[in-house]
């Protein structure tokens, strides 16, 4: 099998039209199910994914095995096409706006979730984290689907159709957080690129740019590994 890509928890191969997702052997059962699930569930709510074929045990590794698809990532379609970046962009954001209106059910609760994530960081003092907590609870509590790794990389368009890959962080919850979520990756690669995905988003959802903008803390200090990197959210009390 050609490997198509390395990652701290899997590596993937593609092979005779499936893509096979081969999990290092440190990674549990439970999360490789987790994911299985959350991609079925997600399938199920007719939303373009990969069909999910098969799960398996390689050598002694978890692999899911699901349908490969043709096409390329938004990342690629912006570095080849700059000239069509907004335009592009623009794309990205209505497959978004999509995914949040699907309606499922069966997924965990994104603020349970942020909840767990932050109490566990242990990059955050308890000051730090008594202020974000506080902030989650007065967030409204929608159960919205959000994808929470939705990034250039993970969407790939064809000709046809586009796919959303990589469910695993799935859950249900505010739309905003996912949007947060969304940014900050971005963030870390063009903040440019960043911005104005931020900026297109609130445009077509009538989306205040400071709602989004009070979830940026609280989803940044979900990362754990990253607080160098978002200092400047982490560490406020209030976002402007």
């Not at 593609?14 to 999360?31: D, I, S, T």
Request: charged share 30%.
């Amino acid at each position: 099998m050609d490997c198509a890509s390395r990652s701290k928890i899997a590596d993937v191969y593609v092979e005779n039209g499936r893509v096979v997702k081969l999990f290092k052997e440190h990674v549990p059962k439970r999360r490789v199910l987790g994911e299985a699930l959350n991609h079925t569930i997600v399938e199920e709510a007719k939303i373009n994914v990969p069909e999910l074929r098969e799960i398996s045990l390689i050598d002694g590794r978890w692999a899911l095995i699901m349908d490969y698809v043709e096409g390329q990532t938004y990342n690629d379609l912006i570095f080849l096409n700059p000239d069509k970046k907004e335009e592009l962009v623009e794309e990205f954001v209505d497959i978004q706006i999509e995914i949040h209106v699907a309606r499922v059910e069966g997924l965990d609760s994104l603020y349970e979730k942020l909840s767990s994530l932050i109490n566990s960081n242990p990059e955050l003092d308890d000051v730090n984290k008594y202020e974000l907590l506080a902030r989650l609870e007065g967030m409204p509590k929608h159960t919205k689907l959000c994808h929470m790794n939705y990034n250039f990389n993970n969407v790939i368009k064809n000709e046809k159709e586009v796919f959303i890959l990589e469910w695993e962080n799935a859950l249900l919850g505010n739309a905003s957080a996912d949007v947060a979520n969304t940014y900050l990756i971005l963030r870390m690669e063009n903040e440019e690129l960043a911005e104005l995905y931020l900026s297109k988003f609130c445009e077509f959802t009538c989306t205040p740019k400071a709602y989004v903008q009070k979830w940026l803390p609280i989803v940044a200090a979900s990362m754990h590994g990253k607080k160098d990197k978002f200092h400047d959210l982490i560490n406020v009390v209030e976002y402007y």
